[in-house]
């Protein structure tokens, strides 16, 4: 098959002949439809060492994938070859910038129909993050505050969206540019960073802006209330609350709501450029000055 590999010597991307993934326990080989990445992931300890620190290169990058499965491997349960299929791998295995991938089944989730796959592919990462910022770590229940610092970013536009879902009341931060498609995503009211002053008292703030921001925010927080960051460990905790900073985790339960939304329509992740396998090191290049979310396409 065709992927993309990152070589030890020269930390290079490769687009090349390599070989097709073996399945393990719990596995299930994927035709690879859309992948996604994250512009940075290039520079992460797991792209060349396994958990063990056994050198694992060439390693595939990009960890979100949208595809088909094409086969099921012993003790896989809940798929079916032929299902249309989304979600996250781990990241210390080969990604999805490859024609096919062996992924664990409890890592992926059925697409529902209506949603294409470049639509997937760009829900998993981001959607996860934001799913688990506001609900597992920051406890969001309907008829609260949130502000959401970066609300038109990725990962902030998922979450601007989920919480109106949740029946929240949604405060979007950010520079200018970006409050239009703040509000038009659901925000209740738009603050613009480096002009606004930061509005007190809500039940909680997530950050994926970091910076001066993150420091400012506990102040914002009403007594009681979170404070949750994916930038960093928050410097301040509020008062008599709680100050949370954590890593996505994968979940099929959680891809399920993800999808079951964007079936509905009532979640829509922004597909940015779209990239051929063939000009991955082209994707990962042009990613930050590209708003959306970079897709590649074998």
């Known amino acids: 098959m065709k992927a993309v590999r990152i070589h030890e010597l020269d930390g290079d991307l490769r687009y090349e002949d390599a070989p097709e993934p073996v399945p393990g326990t719990g596995d299930v080989v994927v035709r690879v439809h859309a992948a996604g990445f994250v512009p940075d992931e290039l520079t992460w300890p797991s792209k060349r060492v396994d958990r063990a620190g056994r050198d694992r290169t060439p390693a595939v990058p990009a960890h979100e994938l949208a595809g088909v499965v094409t086969s099921l491997s012993y003790g896989t349960a809940g798929l079916a070859v032929g299902d249309r299929v989304f979600g996250l791998t781990d990241f210390h295995r080969d990604g999805a910038a490859a024609e096919y991938i062996a992924v664990e ?106 910076g001066e921001v993150l420091e400012r925010s506990a102040a914002a927080v009403k007594p009681g209330g979170v404070l949750v960051s994916i930038t960093a460990p928050p410097p301040v905790v509020p008062q008599d609350g709680r100050a949370v900073f954590f890593i996505v985790e994968s979940d099929r ?46």
Not at 263 to 270: D, K, P
């Open 105 to 210: 089944a409890r890592n992926l989730a059925r697409i529902p129909e209506g949603v294409d796959f470049a639509q997937a592919a760009a829900l998993p990462l981001a959607g996860l993050t934001a799913l688990q910022g506001l609900f597992t770590h920051g406890g969001l229940r309907a008829g609260q505050t949130v502000m959401i610092h970066g609300a038109a970013g990725g990962t902030g536009s998922l979450a601007v969206q989920l919480a109106k879902n949740a029946g929240a009341t949604v405060i979007g931060t950010g520079r200018a540019a970006a409050r239009a498609l703040a509000l038009d995503l659901g925000a209740d009211t738009f603050v613009e960073l480096g002009r606004d002053e930061l509005p007190g008292q809500v039940d909680l703030v997530f950050d994926t802006v970091g």
């Open 253 to 298: 339960a959680q891809l399920g709501e993800l999808a079951a939304l964007a079936g509905q329509g009532r979640l829509r992740a922004h597909v940015g450029a779209v990239f051929p396998l063939s000009k991955t090191a082209e994707a990962f290049t042009s990613k930050r000055h590209t708003p959306g979310k970079t897709i590649l396409e074998p």
